[in-house]
C-alpha cells in the first residue's frame, strides 16, 4: 500500500466535523505544516485535542476551522504572551472550549487506547473540572472515585523526525502524548522531516514507537514543525511566531498561509 | 534596596531565593508549562541547598544540565546532559500517587483559601474573559505534597478575596510574590514574610483580603545572587517583569 | 546517596511475605541471580507477579520462597516441558495461585502506577477468571463495564543492561511490563550487567526510561539474567535450564544455589 | 501418506499449511507465548501469501526478518530487523480496542463450543492438575476478531465435550490438529476439513463430541513446503510431536 501522500493529499483525508489528536507540546514537534494546510482546505467544525497547544489550535481558531478544543492549556508563552485568536473565538462563542487539566486528557486518551470507555483518576479536590466528570464507587472498597470519559480521535497528527514509506517511524527526545494519541486514534497521519529507509529504522527500532499498520498517510515535510522546534534538527523561531502574532486579519492570514508551507 | 542587607537586588531575584530554599528539604520538584522563575529557583537550589533533588519537568529529561536558562518549558536547554527519561503523563501519575513532593504553579488569581483560577472570568453561563487553561494544575495541586504559588504581580486583582473560578485546590504550602511570602495555615494564607524592599503596608494594600503583619524575608545572599547572575547574563529571569 | 550494593545486602531489603514484581518475561532478561539470592536468604510468604513466568518462580516455589504468585503463565516452552516445582506446589495448596490474564496482570499494575483503585478491562466473556473481578457500570453509558483491582508491589526487581550509581538505567530490547512495574512498586531493586558512567546513560538517554529516584539498591551483576538471556548480550541457556530441571530435591537445590552467583 | 496427492508431509507441515492459508486475507496476526507452530505459520504466510501481513509476537518487535526458526517465545531471531516496537500492554490494547484480527491460541482442552482450558482440573475445590495458566488468552479470545485454537496432539483428552474450566472463550474461528480443522458455526466447533494422511473415523474416534464428515483439507503445495524445510532446516517444526 503507498502511503506517501503530498500535504493536500493527506489534509483531504481530514473530514469537516472529525476529531483530531494533535501531536507535540507548545512548541516543539508541532505538525504545523499540517495545520496551515488544514487552514488552506477551509476545514469547518474540526474538534482538536491536546493536552497543551499553541500556535496550532490558535491558527485554527484564526481561520474559523474549530468546533471545540479540548486541552489543558492554550497559551503562548512569557516571550510571546497569550493566544489572542483562541482567546477571542472562545469569549465570542465561535469555540466552545472544552477545559480540561492536562492530566485528564491524557487519561480520556488512555481510556480509548485501552479500549475502555472511562478511566478512573485521581481526586481534583474542589476544582470547577470535576463538574464536568462522574465519579463511581470503587467495587473493591468504598471511595468513590472520580472518572473521564474516553475520547476517541478519528485522527491522531504526529510529525517525526524519521519515518519509513509504511509509516514506521522514530521520535527522538520528548515523546508527549504522541504515542498514546496514535493508539486512541482510529488513524494516524504521520508529518515527517525525513522518509527513510527500513534499515535506517531499524538502527534505532527501540525508539520506532509507531508502528505503520495504523498510519494513513506519510508526508515528507523537512522543517514541517517550523515556528516550531524538531528535536534536535532545529529550534523553534522566535522570529517566525511573531510573525504569526502580527497577523491582524483574514486577508493578512491567508497571505501568509499561502506564503508557508 | 533591601533594608535588611547593603544587596541589591532585583524582585525577580527575590522570588528565586524565596522559592530555592523552600527546596532545601525536598526529595523532587516539578515545574510545569510557563515556569520560568521556578526553572531559577530549582537551578539554584540544586547548585547551592540540595544537589539530590531530582529536577522533574515538561520535556521529562530529568535533572538536565542546562548551559544557559531556557525562555520556554520546551526550550532544548532542558534536554542537555540529564540522567534518565520519564513522560510527561508518568510524571502526573507520580503525583497521582502521592510520590511528587513539590510543584509550582502559577495562575491570573489566587483566593485567601489559596484556591486559584487559569481558566476565565465569567458571565453569567458565558465566558467573559478567557485565561490559559489550568494545564496540570487541577491534578498536581490536588495531589503533590506541597505546592508553591509563584505570581510575578501583586495586585488586587491577582490576590482575591474569592476566586471567580477554581481551576486548582489543594496543598497550597507557599505562595511567593514579588512583595512577599505567604503559607497557608489552618486552610488560609498567612503572611509569612515581606521583601525587605516592600513593607507590610504595600503588601496589605495589594492584597484583597486581610492580612496580619510579618517579618522581613532574608533577601537573596551573595553566594545565591552570584550563582543567579553568572548563570543568567541575558536577564531571562526578568522576561515577565 | 550511595545506593550500589552486593546480590546480599540488596536480597536482605526484602522482608517476609513482601509482594514483588518480577521483570523480565519467560526466559529473557529475568532477574535470576536476584531470584537464587532470594532463596538463598530463605525467604518466606512472598508475594510475587508477573505476566509470564517461569525458571524465577518455579525456583522460588521450589525453595518455598512464595505464599502467591499472580501470573497469566507459568511454564517452561516446548523444548523444556512444565514448570515442575511451581506445579507441585499449587496442587499440594504450599502456594496459592492466583491465576490472571497477562493482560489483567498489567491492568492491575496500570491502575497501582496510575494512583487509581481498579482499572477498567475489556470484557473477557464468559472466561472463569470474570468470577474473580467486579463490574461497575459505567457513568457515560449504561453498559456494565468489568475491572480490575490495583494490585501495588513493595518491590519491583528488574535486570537491566546498564545502570549508574544512581539506579538511572537503560533497557535494550523489549521492555516487557518492566516500567509499570517500576512504577506500580514503591521502591525498586536494580541488578544490572554494567554499572556505567552517567555520559554513557545520556548517550541512550531515550532508552533511559528507569529514573533512578524509586531506586534502592543497585548490584552489578555481569550474566545476572543466566539461564534466562540478557539481549543483546548473551542468549538463555538450554544447557543451564535443563540443569535446573534435573534438581530432584532440597539437598540438590542447595547445592546449585551455592554453586551459582 | 496423502491420499489426495503424491507429496509427503508431517503432521507439523499439515497444521502449518493449514493455518498460513487461513492468514491469507488477515490484517495482522499475533502469536503468544510457546507458539511454535503458529510461528512457522505466519511466516510461510508472510512469504507467499499475504506479504503485507503485519505480525505482532510477545518481544514486540514488529515484523521481523529471523534468519532461522525461532525455539522460544524470547528468541533473539524474532528481534532481528524488525519494522518497528510495541510492548506487550499495547498489543493487549490492540485487541481490546477490536484491533487485533488474527491470534493463535493453544490450551489444554477444547470442547465443543470452542472454550478451552489452560488453567487447571478442579477437585472440588481444590486444584488437582494444575496448568500453565492461559497468558493472554482470556482478553485475545474475547477481543480478537478471529482467533485459530492449535494444538499439536488430537485425542478425547485434548477434544472434549465440556472443558473443565473455561480460560478463554469467545471468538474462536477455526480449531487446527494434526488430523482436521474445525470452524465455529452456530456456536459450536464443526469439522471442516480433514487430514488426507487421516480419515473421519481416525478424526471422530479422537474427538470428545459429535461431528459431522467433511472433505479432505487440501495437503501442503509444493511451494509449502519447500519454503518450510528450506527455512527449517534443524527440524525446529517438529519439536513438539
Redesign the interface.
Known sequence: ?NKIKSLQESAALVKDGQRLAIGG????RTPSAFIRELARQGKKNLKVMK??ANYDFDLLCFADCVEEIT?????F???FG??PN??RS??N?KVH?N??????V?SSL????????????????????VSKF????????N?Q?L?V??IYPDWAVIHVQKS?E?G??II??????DL?MA?AAKKIILTTEKIVS?QE??KD??????????VAAVVEIPQGAKPA?C??FY??S?EQVKEYLSIKNKTELNNYLQQQT | MSQNSNLEFTPAEYMIASMARILKDAENAFMGVASNLPFFAIWLAKQLYNPELTWLNIPGKINPLPTKPPKSTVDFQLLKSSSASITLANIFDMSARGELDVAFLSGVQIDKFGNFNLSHIPDGDKIKIQFTGGAGSALICATTKRVIFWRTKHDKRAFVDKCAVNTATGNVYKVVSPLCVFSKKDGVLNLESINPDSSFEEVSNNTGFPISNAPFTEGPTEDELKLIRDFDKEGIRDIEF
Open positions: 500500500m507540546l507548545l512548541l516543539q493536552t497543551a486541552a489543558g492549556f492554550v497559551s508563552e512569557a516571550e497569550l493566544a483562541f482567546r472562545v469569549e462563542e472550549f477545559e480540561n487539566s492536562c492530566y485528564t491524557i488512555r481510556a480509548a487506547a485501552f479500549g475502555v470507555p472511562f478511566m478512573p483518576i485521581a481526586d481534583l479536590k474542589e476544582s470547577y473540572l462522574e465519579t463511581v464507587s470503587n467495587p473493591y472498597g471511595e472515585t472518572t470519559p474516553a519509513d509504511q514506521n517511524a527522538y527526545g520528548p515523546v508527549f502524548e498514546i493508539q527500513e529504522i531499524q527500532i527501540d525508539l520506532a514507537i509507531i508502528p505503520g499498520f495504523k522546534s528535536y534536535p529550534d523553534y522566535a
